[in-house]
């Protein structure tokens, strides 16, 4: 009875690890093949695929294992059909990385230039069609400026936004969504947006099912809300009518487009949701935190000194909070954003080494490590919860000095 038993056992762990090459001894003892069958399990690595994906202008890639040793290239063989556009968001949902950008030119040339690709393992990737809208056919596709994926609705999906299809107030984002991230469709039915280039969009996050997309070269104090289950489809003065924010957290807008000229909001780890900005009056930057009622509180924090304009952000596993931005300069808060220590760098910035600006950054809870990207192929990244410049280590890749406009981890 014991050996059917054993057997049985025996049977359950190879039907585990079909995947997995195992030699059988057929001279071997039940025991002592059940014995190799356990070993050769546990000494299978549990993950070895990259975790770390940062995309740039002229269709550049960088990915990472660890977050410290880092590859890079660049071009149509990366990304196919990628001939001079630029990558400006980048993903991880439905065990797919999805990168969006251009195809040609930058975020200015546009019609038919949306670049969309995917990959499972951000090595080979796939371009994906781009949908037309129904609304305005002759404008085809249009570039895409950032990408997020989360609940909407109470349905997970992918939400990528554009510019926009016509200069005007009431006209359209190019804004598209997809469950799998390999169909697309445009929603017709977003609501219009107001003046500001044509080239303006919104820069896109997902909190308690609705998107937030925060505008960017024209509304500067107005975000669009979405959330079809709930019946939310409008451009709404932002904050609301009664807080006392008012409309004072926003950048001023800059020559060219694919700035970081408006608030953004972020959903930290704790599932708190906040805003960061420049205030207009005094260009002191600031943050507010979400009651949890859906308001805003009445004040702002700051703290975050000469930390103009914050483009990235995340969270950790010990409930700090953190922000990237201008001239290399960062901030960290441990109590849930009513205060902030800043930090006047992070690494040599400007200068010699060529770089000016923070964009993006990332956490990976597999790893417990924080990534940060910007100008120049600058890579910041520490394994710990960092309080000092000293905690971080800054990386380049060799040869690659394109600005990195975004990052993400497979486990964030």
Do not use: H
């Amino acid at each position: 009875m014991k050996r059917i038993v054993l057997l049985l056992s025996i049977f359950q762990i190879l039907y585990c690890n079909q995947a997995k090459e195992v030699s059988i001894d057929a001279s071997k003892s039940l025991v002592g093949l059940g014995l190799d069958l356990t070993l050769s399990n546990q000494l299978q690595p549990t993950d070895n695929g990259v975790e770390f994906v940062a995309v740039g202008v002229a269709c550049s890639l960088w990915t990472s294992k660890d977050g410290i040793a880092w590859t890079a290239s660049s071009g149509s063989s990366v990304f196919p059909d990628c001939s001079g556009g630029s990558l400006y968001s980048v993903t991880y949902g439905n065990g797919l990385f999805v990168a969006i950008g251009t195809v040609t030119g930058d975020f200015t040339s546009r019609t038919n230039n949306c670049g969309l690709w995917t990959s499972s393992d951000a090595l080979t990737w796939t371009r994906i069609s781009c949908p037309n809208s129904t609304t305005y056919p002759s404008q085809g596709n249009l570039p895409l400026r950032t990408i997020s994926y989360g609940s909407v609705g109470g349905v997970n999906k992918f939400i990528a936004t554009g510019s926009k299809f016509a200069y005007g107030s009431g006209e359209k984002l190019y804004m598209i969504q997809s469950l799998d991230g390999v169909t697309w469709t445009v929603i017709e039915t977003i609501a219009g947006v107001d003046y500001g280039t044509v080239d303006a969009s919104c820069i896109t996050a997902i909190y308690n099912n609705t998107v937030y997309c925060s505008m960017e070269v024209g509304s500067y104090t107005a975000i669009l809300r979405y959330n079809p289950a709930a019946t939310i489809n409008a451009l709404e003065s932002f904050p609301p009518s009664g807080s006392s924010i008012g409309s004072i957290v926003w950048n001023p807008p800059t020559a060219s487009p694919y700035e970081m000229t408006t608030f953004q909001f972020f959903r930290s780890r704790s599932n708190d949701f906040y805003l960061v900005g420049t205030r207009s009056a005094d260009s002191v930057s600031v943050s507010s935190k979400m009651n949890s009622n859906g308001t805003w509180p009445a004040s702002v924090a700051t703290g975050f000194g000469a930390n103009n304009r914050p483009n990235g952000f995340a969270s950790d596993s010990s409930g700090n909070i953190y922000t990237f931005g201008y001239n290399c300069r960062w901030a960290y808060s441990s109590n849930q954003g009513a205060s902030w220590t800043a930090f006047s760098t992070l690494d040599t910035c400007g200068g010699s080494s060529g770089y000016n600006d923070w964009m993006s950054a990332t956490y990976s809870t597999r790893l417990n490590r924080i990534v940060t990207v910007g100008d120049s192929g600058s890579i910041g990244t520490t394994g710990i919860s960092p309080t000092l410049s000293s905690d971080w280590t800054y990386l380049q890749v060799a040869g690659f000095n394109l600005e990195m406009t975004s990052v993400t981890s497979k486990s964030n």
